[in-house]
Every structure is written in C-alpha cells, then in structure tokens.
C-alpha cells in the first residue's frame, strides 16, 4: 500500500436530530467516533451532500493511507449520489470504499467485516450499489439483531436502541471504529480473524 492510496469510510445513516438514536444510524455514531480520533471535526463538502473529515488513521508520524471519512446528508435511499460523488471526488476505486451499517441479521453487539455481497434489504447499501455499479466494497456490519415479536423491520431500524443496548453501544462504536482502523492499515483477513466474532 503506497502513501497516496486514499479510503473511503462511509458511515451509513439518516441525516438529522430525529433519526438521530435510531439503529439506522450506527454507520455515522461510527464515523463520530473516527473522527474524534483524528482530532477533526466534520465539515460541509463543497457538493453540498455531505459531511467530511480528512486525514489519517493512525498516530502522527506512523505510515498509513490517507482517509476521508464520509457522512451522506441524504437519507438512506438516496445516499449513493453522494457517495458517488465523493469517490469521483477524491479519486478513490470502489475497493478502497468502506460502508459501516447496521445488519438485522447479526446480534446486538456482534461485528462482521467483509468484501462484496449483497444487499440484504438495506436501502443504504442498495443505493450505493446502484450509484457505484457494483456491490464489490467493504462493509463493517454492526449487529442489531431481529426486531422483537411481529414489528416491522423497516420500524425497528427507525427506533431507539433499549435502555440494556444503549450501555452497551459506546463498546460496539468503539469496537467497529478499531475495526475500521485495523481494515484499513492491515487489510481484510486480519481484521476478520480479529473482529468477526
């Protein structure tokens, strides 16, 4: 990996104050997280359409790619306009795209990272493969799990995490962040054999 390749971390969520504590949104608690860790804030980017930080993964001095973290300021179905227009932007290959969402098929808690696949019903991930052409990019996927009894998916995902699953998210945020940072500097095999659980 040379110095100029740059990454793309998307964090996949709802834009404002209402979608705010939903399971939607673990993608952008996610990116807060990275960006605190660079030390820099989110700021518009000039397409208007979404929110970035740029910088690096990884302590003064040491040797890692570049990195735009990436918040969409549309909402989920349509966010792959954006994301679009960022790799365009920033120049960077569709393998070199890291999409951080939530998975109704993995436990609260639990964390998968892989390459490819499908969409599985989420929207996010469907406008992103329709935007981009292809499915062919990384994906943290933070667990949520199945929603209780008969409630719709699409309601789950838009509802706040239970007072039991809100002292346990800041590990999971934290958890995928290193995730990301792992992925990122030493690649795909590592960081599954270390994080998915």
């Known amino acids: 990996m040379t110095d100029n390749d740059v990454w793309l971390v998307v ?3 709802n834009p404002g104050p209402t979608y705010a504590t939903t399971r939607h949104n673990i993608g952008y608690l996610v990116t ?3 960006a ?5 804030p989110f700021r518009a980017h000039k397409s208007g359409r979404a929110q970035v930080v740029e910088g690096r993964l990884a302590p003064p001095g040491a040797v890692s790619p ?3 973290l990436a918040r969409p300021r549309s909402y989920m179905n349509e966010l792959g306009g954006p994301v679009k227009a960022l790799a365009t932007f920033y120049k ?3 393998d070199r795209i890291v999409a951080i969402h939530d998975e109704l098929d993995i436990a609260f808690g639990a964390l998968r990272v892989k390459f490819g696949g499908g969409d599985n019903g989420h929207n996010g991930l469907k406008s992103m493969r329709s935007s981009l052409g292809t499915g062919d990019f990384y994906r943290v996927r933070a667990g949520i799990g ?5 409630q719709d998916p699409a309601d789950f995902v838009l509802s706040g995490y239970s007072s039991t ?6 590990f999971q945020v934290d958890r995928a962040a290193d995730a990301v940072e792992c992925l990122v500097d030493r690649g795909l095999e590592a960081t599954q054999q270390r994080f998915n659980s």
């Open 11 to 13: 964090g996949l969520g």
């Open 32 to 34: 807060d997280e990275l």
């Open 146 to 150: 199945r929603p209780p009894g008969r």
């Open 66 to 68: 570049r990195v735009v």
């Open 165 to 170: 699953e809100r002292k346990e998210l800041p």
């Open 36 to 40: 605190r860790r660079m030390g820099a």
């Open 92 to 94: 960077v290959p569709v």
